[in-house]
């Protein structure tokens, strides 16, 4: 049977807030916008413990010890995005710009957590400032993007995707991306399309992959859905992707009223 695709019915059912890093380790409730800042105001990488937790207790006591360091709080409030504890990111960022006006790094950072916590606008207002016209970031056109089309504002989301596009040429996060706007605008064939160019892409993670799989389902495909979403994992991978991808069809099919089923699984990702 063919689905019936509700775009504002599976908004409702997904923040699609921007998440912190490009691969996808299971599944989760949403589909995924991707957040490709990389490495935009990183601290030094020798210095950078691999476990959040850890992470967090280290570049919290540097903060401490001098909270206007900007290189601190910038490591300080990475950390806490990538340990989950996004309020707490924002506000450290929050106040490490006010002590540093102008740094362009920390503004980065600053408005990717206010992305996490749902600040679209603010978000999209302070990444705007991170760079400029003249120079700009194709990672922080993509991050606008993805504030603009949950605010619902697709046509411009994509103007900003397509100017990402111009100097990052192919990528693949910033295709999947374009593909979930145009589906957020009822455009599944646009949607397809771009998703199957992010897919081709050698440098595509299994969030695009994912993503393309919910796209071809929502177009009444299943099988091949299926296909998409369960190639080439690990068996309870592939039994994770296709429960996520049967209940984001079965979302789209509630009747309205109907009480929103739980998630299989939540997203947890490193910075």
């Known amino acids: 049977m063919r689905q019936r695709f509700s775009p504002a019915r599976l908004l409702a059912s997904a923040s699609l807030v921007a998440m912190v890093a490009m691969s996808l380790g299971g599944c989760s409730s949403m589909p995924k916008f991707s957040d490709v800042t990389g490495s935009i105001g990183s601290p030094r990488a020798e210095a950078a413990p691999t476990d959040p937790a850890r992470a967090v207790e280290v570049y919290g006591e540097r903060y401490r010890a001098n909270p206007k360091d900007a290189e601190a709080a910038l490591g300080y409030g990475q950390a806490l995005r990538a340990n ?31 992305a996490d916590n749902g600040n679209f ?19 922080l056109l993509s991050v606008q993007g993805t504030a603009l089309d949950q605010m619902g504002r697709h046509e411009e989301a994509r103007s900003y995707y397509v100017s990402a596009l111009k100097i990052a040429p192919g990528d693949p996060g910033v ?4 593909g979930l706007s145009y589906m957020l605008s009822r455009d ?12 081709a892409s050698p440098r595509a993670s299994s969030r695009v992959r994912q993503n393309l799989g919910l796209v071809v389902g929502l177009q009444g495909r299943f099988a091949e859905a299926e296909t998409i979403v369960k190639a080439d994992l690990p068996p309870d991978q592939a039994a994770a992707n296709v429960a996520y991808l049967k209940d984001m069809l079965n979302r789209n099919e509630a009747p309205r009223g109907a009480p929103k089923r739980t998630p299989v699984a939540s997203l947890s990702q490193p910075d």
Do not use: M
């Open 121 to 139: 606008q603010q978000a999209f207002d302070v990444l705007s400032k991170a760079h400029s016209p003249d120079n700009p970031d194709w990672r």
């Open 188 to 199: 599944l064939p646009k949607a397809e399309e771009a998703l199957r160019q992010a897919y």
């Open 175 to 178: 295709l999947s991306n374009l």
């Open 84 to 114: 989950g504890q996004r309020a707490q990111a924002a506000a450290v960022l929050e106040q490490a710009t006010i002590a540093n006006p102008g740094n362009k790094p920390l503004l980065a950072q600053y408005g990717r957590a206010l």
